[in-house]
C-alpha cells in the first residue's frame, strides 16, 4: 500500500537492545547459583564456554555505561531463575536478587528502562531431574519464582515478558543442549511440557497484574510470516498449516487463553494432545497480556507436503531453519530473498508483514524483543570492528518498522540482538550479534575487553535522532 503521508516513531519509544543471562552473565556457579540446565546438557563442541560467557556478571556496571552512551532507552534482560531460587522452590538467595537490583538500579541511574525477562531457557537442572515441565509442579515452581520476582522489583519494573521462545523450546528442544546420551523427548512430552508452561505463564501474567498494579506482561515468541512457493492453492494451505502452527498457535494461548482450533486438531489427531487438569481451561483465561513481544529474524518459504518421509530437509535444522513435517508442509527456497552465512533467510519486509499480522490478530501494542544478524565479527589489528552488513540490516528493518508504524501498528519498541557479543545458543562466540564486541575467542578468553563496532555509532545516531537519522 502506498500511503500519501509517513508517520514518524512515537516520542517514547523503546530504541533498545536486549540479552539473556545464561548467554551474557558467566559466573555461573558464583555466589550461591546452582547449575540450569544449560550448564548440565552436553553442547556441540564447537560451542563456546557458558561458564564465563561475556562475563558481564563482574562487569555489568561497565557494561551498562556503555550502554548508556549507545544511548539506549531500554535494555532487554533476563534473570537466572537459579541465583535467585538455587532449589528450584524455596529458600531464596539473596545475593542473586542483590545482583539484579544493582543491575536494575544502575540502569535506572542511567535513565534506562529495564524489561525483565523471567525466564529465558535456563530452567534449573534441579528442577528437570524432577521432571523439568513434564511434572506439573514446575507450573507452581515457576509462579513461586515470579512471585519472588514481582514483589522484590516490582516498584521498578514496568515491562516484564513471562517465556522467552516457548515454541523454540518444544519444536527445537536441542537448541540449549542435548541430554547425555542424546535422546530427546517424544512430541507427546514435549506438548505435555507445553500446555504445562500456558498455565504457569497464564497464572503468572494473572500475579503480576495483582502484585504489580503499574507493571505490564506479555509472552515472547519467536514469530514469522510463512510465504507459500506458489499460487497453488495446496501451498497456501500448508504455508497457513506452519504459520499457525510455528507461530500462533502459541500466542493464541497466551492472548486469549484457549487453544487455537486448527492446532488443537493436529494435536488431537496424531494423539499429541496434553492431559488437561479440570481447572486448567479457567486458568488459561485468567492471563491476560498488556502487549505482545515478538522475536523476528527471518522469513520463511512453504509448500505443499508431499505426505511422505520426503517432506522432511536433510539440511540440520535450528529455530529459523524449516524442516518441513510429513502430512503438513515441506520447507521451500525463496529466490528472492538473501541468507546469512548460518543461513537464515534476511527479510526486512517480512517484519512489516509479521508485525501487521500480530497487530491485526490481537489488538495488542507489540515490542520487538529480538532481531539481528549472526556473523563471525573480526577484530581488526587497528582496533575497529566492521560490522557494515549489521548496520544495513538493521537500517532495512528499521525502515520497515517505521513502515508498519505507518500502517496502523502500535509498535511500542525495539530491542535487537544483541546489546554486546553473547554466546549463540548452540553455535558458539563466533556467532556474534551485539553492537559491542566482547575480545574472547571460543575457548580462549583473551582479555574480554569491550570494543565498539561500527554499528554502535550507527545505533547511536538513529537513537538520538528518534530514527530519523539511518
Ligand atoms: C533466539 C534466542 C536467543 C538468541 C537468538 C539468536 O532464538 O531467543 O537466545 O540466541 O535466537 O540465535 P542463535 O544464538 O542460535 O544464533
Keep these: 500500500m502506498i500511503f500519501q503521508t509517513l508517520k514518524g516513531f512515537p516520542k517514547d519509544f523503546l530504541w533498545g537492545a536486549s540479552t539473556s543471562a545464561y548467554q551474557v552473565e558467566g559466573a555461573w556457579n558464583e555466589d550461591g547459583k546452582s547449575p540450569s540446565v544449560v550448564d548440565m546438557l552436553v553442547h556441540p563442541e564447537e560451542a563456546a564456554d557458558f561458564t564465563v560467557a561475556s562475563d558481564h556478571y563482574h562487569r555489568f556496571r561497565e557494561d551498562v555505561a556503555l550502554f548508556a552512551e549507545l544511548g539506549l532507552k531500554a535494555y532487554r534482560f533476563s534473570v537466572a531463575w537459579t541465583r535467585i531460587l538455587p532449589h528450584g522452590t524455596g529458600e ?86 542435548m541430554p547425555e546420551g542424546g535422546e530427546l523427548p517424544s512430541k507427546q512430552v514435549l506438548y505435555q511440557q507445553n500446555h504445562h508452561m500456558m498455565v504457569a505463564q497464564a497464572r503468572v501474567m494473572a500475579l503480576c497484574h495483582q502484585r504489580c498494579p503499574a507493571g505490564k506482561i506479555g509472552p515472547a515468541i519467536n514469530t514469522t510470516s510463512m510465504y507459500q512457493e506458489t499460487c497453488h492453492p495446496l501451498d497456501a494451505i500448508a504455508a497457513h498449516n506452519w504459520e499457525t502452527l510455528r507461530c500462533w498457535s502459541f500466542l493464541d494461548v497466551a492472548v486469549h487463553g484457549r487453544y487455537n482450533a486448527l492446532a488443537w486438531r493436529y494435536l488431537e489427531d496424531r494423539g499429541l494432545a496434553p492431559v488437561m487438569a479440570a481447572e486448567d481451561a479457567a486458568l488459561l483465561l485468567q492471563g491476560k497480556p498488556d502487549y505482545v513481544a515478538i522475536n523476528y529474524y527471518s522469513t520463511a518459504t512453504i509448500a505443499a507436503s508431499r505426505g511422505d518421509a520426503s517432506d522432511v530437509s536433510a539440511r540440520a535444522g535450528d529455530q529459523q531453519i524449516m524442516l518441513g513435517e510429513p502430512g503438513v508442509y515441506r520447507a521451500a527456497e525463496n529466490p528472492f530473498v538473501d541468507k546469512t552465512q548460518y543461513g537464515w533467510v534476511i527479510d526486512p519486509v517480512g517484519l512489516r508483514l509479521t508485525l501487521r499480522k500480530t497487530c491485526e490478530r490481537y489488538h495488542l501494542p507489540i515490542l520487538i524483543t529480538e532481531n539481528g544478524i549472526g556473523a563471525p565479527d573480526t577484530l581488526q589489528p587497528d582496533g575497529t570492528v566492521n560490522d557494515d552488513y549489521r548496520i544495513e540490516f538493521m537500517r532495512q528493518h528499521v525502515e520497515q518498522m517505521q513502515m508498519a508504524i505507518n500502517d496502523g501498528v502500535e509498535l511500542i519498541g525495539y530491542c535487537p540482538w544483541a546489546a554486546i557479543d553473547v554466546v549463540s545458543t548452540h553455535q558458539g562466540y563466533a556467532k556474534r550479534y551485539g553492537f559491542i564486541y566482547v575480545n574472547r575467542g571460543e575457548k580462549d578468553l583473551l582479555d574480554l575487553r569491550r570494543i565498539k563496532k561500527n554499528s554502535f555509532g550507527w545505533y547511536q545516531r538513529v537513537i538520538a535522532s528518534n530514527g530519523e537519522q539511518r
Aim: glycine share 10%; no cysteine.
Design 92 to 177: 531464596v538467595n539473596q545475593a542473586g536478587l542483590a545482583f539484579y537490583q544493582q543491575l536494575i538500579d544502575e540502569l535506572l541511574h542511567h535513565g534506562i528502562e529495564p524489561v525483565v525477562t523471567l525466564y529465558h531457557f535456563d530452567l534449573p537442572y534441579i528442577l528437570e531431574q524432577q521432571g523439568g515441565w513434564s511434572n506439573r509442579a514446575t507450573i507452581d515452581a515457576f509462579v513461586e519464582y515470579a512471585g519472588v520476582l514481582f514483589t522484590a522489583f516490582g516498584s521498578k519494573i514496568k515491562y516484564w515478558l513471562t517465556i522467552n521462545e516457548q515454541n523454540t523450546l518444544i519444536l527445537h528442544p536441542g537448541a540449549v543442549g
